[in-house]
């Protein structure tokens, strides 16, 4: 599977923004998906997860409420829709795809995730 990210940018606090992951090579039916975000110097944190169905997902206290990840499987791509951006949003946000054989599962550990996108950066100012 590779998968690509896009829709960062710079923004303005209180902005909004919508990131999207493409995938190719094979269909992410089967896979849940996670968007991760990586400031320098730090460890890359997990940001929101969905589950295979799209039933399930799963926010990091941070973004829960501002941030609303989906899917759509027949266009293979995940969104990670982000609004009221704050200045401590401004990340690298990583795509990733883990496959599972559960429907409702929600992955939150990076090392579970096999597939990893390119990156996008989103820059947020005050």
């Known amino acids: 599977v590779q998968l690509q990210a896009s829709g960062g940018g710079l923004v303005q606090a209180g902005d909004s923004l919508r990131l999207s992951c493409a995938a190719s090579?094979?269909?992410?039916?089967?896979?849940?998906m996670g968007w991760f975000r990586q400031v320098p110097g730090k460890e890359r944190e997990i940001a929101a997860a969905?589950?295979?169905?799209?039933?399930?997902?799963y926010y990091e206290d941070s973004v829960r409420g501002r941030f609303t990840i989906t899917r759509d499987n027949a266009k293979n791509t995940v969104y990670l829709q982000m609004n009221m951006l704050k200045p401590e949003d401004t990340a690298v946000y990583y795509c990733?795809?883990?496959?599972?054989?559960?429907?409702?599962?929600?992955?939150?550990?990076?090392?579970?995730?096999?597939?990893w996108g390119q990156g996008t950066q989103v820059t947020v100012s005050s």
């Open positions: 990733a795809a883990a496959p599972t054989r559960y429907s409702e599962y929600v992955i939150r550990l990076g090392y579970e995730y096999v597939y």
């Open positions: 090579g094979r269909t992410l039916s089967g896979y849940a």
């Open positions: 969905i589950s295979w169905s799209g039933d399930s997902t």
